[in-house]
């Protein structure tokens, strides 16, 4: 309710000051507190000179600068966030390569590659071999 109340005051207001304005152009003098008005032309005016002189020994580019500085510091940081983002990946790269290494070891491993691993870690040691040796000689076995 309130923004509607605002609007038609606007409008209201808007429709007022174009009927004032165009009156006082036929005429050709102010309607109305014209000392009021003639004051507030000359501060205005005085304000508007000040304006372009600051914006003459500050520059419209202070703010095409200031601009360029914000943008180059977000595309900093954004390249510092990708740089750190890149290197957790290549180490996550890393590690897996290393695993899938690993698992490719272990599938290409055949059954007869178990079979002599198996025999190394089950052989007998010499003193067994010579007393299994001399026991089949003798007849025992």
Do not use: P
């Not at 207001?13 to 165009?22: E, Q």
């Not at 590690?95 to 052989?123: F, G, P």
Request: hydrophobic share 45%; proline share 0%.
């Amino acid at each position: 309710m309130t923004a509607v109340i605002i609007a038609a005051t606007s409008g209201t207001l808007l429709v007022f000051t174009t009927i004032l304005f165009r009156a006082e152009l036929r005429l050709g003098r102010r309607a109305g507190l014209s000392a009021v008005r003639g004051w507030l032309d000359v501060f205005l005016a005085n304000l508007y000179v000040r304006l372009s002189h600051l914006r003459f020994y500050v520059g419209t580019g202070s703010l095409r600068v200031g601009f360029h500085y914000v943008l180059n510091r977000c595309i900093n940081a954004l390249l510092r966030f990708s740089e750190w983002f890149g290197s957790i990946l290549k180490r996550l790269q890393r590690q897996n390569r290393t695993i899938a290494r690993t698992i490719k070891d272990e599938q290409a491993r055949s059954h007869l590659d178990l079979i002599a691993e198996h025999k190394v870690t089950t052989a007998l040691s010499e003193e067994e071999r010579e007393a299994l040796k001399r026991k089949s000689l003798d007849g025992e076995v």
